[in-house]
């Protein structure tokens, strides 16, 4: 069961962060798609999914990827699209050092053009090292990476953190990042 639903959990992002038209759903300006579309949507494409399971997905996802509105007829991923969308972050100083987790093949082009959004709107950072080796374990041989955070809100750039607490910012520079 725990594995159907992961697959879920794994098209629902896919969904909500990245190609909306695969579950036959529209996200407003905001990121958020009317539930019962998306349930439609994803049954439609031969998954089964029903109201009760897709909120065992959003409670139990560890990362905290979604998110319901008050009354649960609006759903969202918190951060990683790669579509343009506005889910209403907020600016926030953040602390004085972040953290970025990555392979240590990107390693090389980082340190001459620093890090980049890529496909996603925002480069993400977290607040402790553990949670940046393990994101970046995704990717290869982790490699954390410190990031004057303090010093670049200073500097002008903006931070924002999403629901789940991860931090987003649209770039950074080499000149704030430092190898651990």
Known sequence: MA??????SVFISLA????????RIKLDEHGWANVDELITGINYTGRRIDMSV?????GTDQKQRYSFNEDRTLIRANQGHS???DVELKETEPPIFLYHGTAERF??????EGLKSMSRLYVHLSRDIETALKVGGRHGEAVALKVNSKEM???GYKFCISENGVWL????????INKI
Do not use: C, G, M
């Not at 910012?169 to 704030?176: F, H």
């Open 107 to 112: 390693l090389s082009s980082i340190e001459v």
């Open 3 to 8: 594995n159907k639903q992961n697959k879920l």
């Open 153 to 155: 809100f200073d500097d």
């Open 16 to 23: 909500l962060r990245h190609n909306p038209d695969a579950a």
């Open 83 to 85: 579509i343009p969308v």
């Open 169 to 176: 910012t649209k770039e950074v520079p080499v000149k704030y």
């Open 54 to 58: 897709l909120e065992e997905i959003v």
